[in-house]
C-alpha cells in the first residue's frame, strides 16, 4: 500500500517521522509541485522531497495559523 500525501498548502508546518540533524522535526512547506520543497523551521536548511518519499515521512501536519486562531478566539474569552 503506498502512503498518500495529504493535501498541502505553502507554509503549512508538517512533523516528520526523523528528526534533521540540527534536532528539529517541523518543517514548513515552502514550494508545491512534482517535488514538495521543506524549510527546516529551527536552522532554515531547505530541502526537496518528491511527494511519495515525503508522504512515508510525515508524521503529522501542525493546525494552521487561521485554525489557531479562530480556535482561541472561542477559548480567549476576557
Ligand atoms: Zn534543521
Known amino acids: 500500500m503506498r502512503p498518500m500525501l495529504p493535501e498541502l498548502q505553502i507554509d503549512d508546518v508538517v512533523r516528520l517521522r ?27 536548511r531547505r530541502l526537496m522531497l518528491p511527494r511519495r518519499k515525503l508522504a512515508g515521512r510525515i508524521k503529522q501536519i501542525m493546525p494552521r495559523a487561521e485554525d489557531i486562531q479562530q480556535s482561541s478566539k472561542l477559548t480567549d474569552l476576557p
Not at 540540527?22 to 521543506?38: M, P, S
Open 18 to 44: 526523523k528528526p534533521h540533524p540540527c534536532g528539529n522535526y517541523k518543517w514548513k512547506v515552502y514550494r508545491l509541485g512534482a517535488d514538495i520543497g521543506l524549510e527546516c523551521t529551527q536552522c532554515g
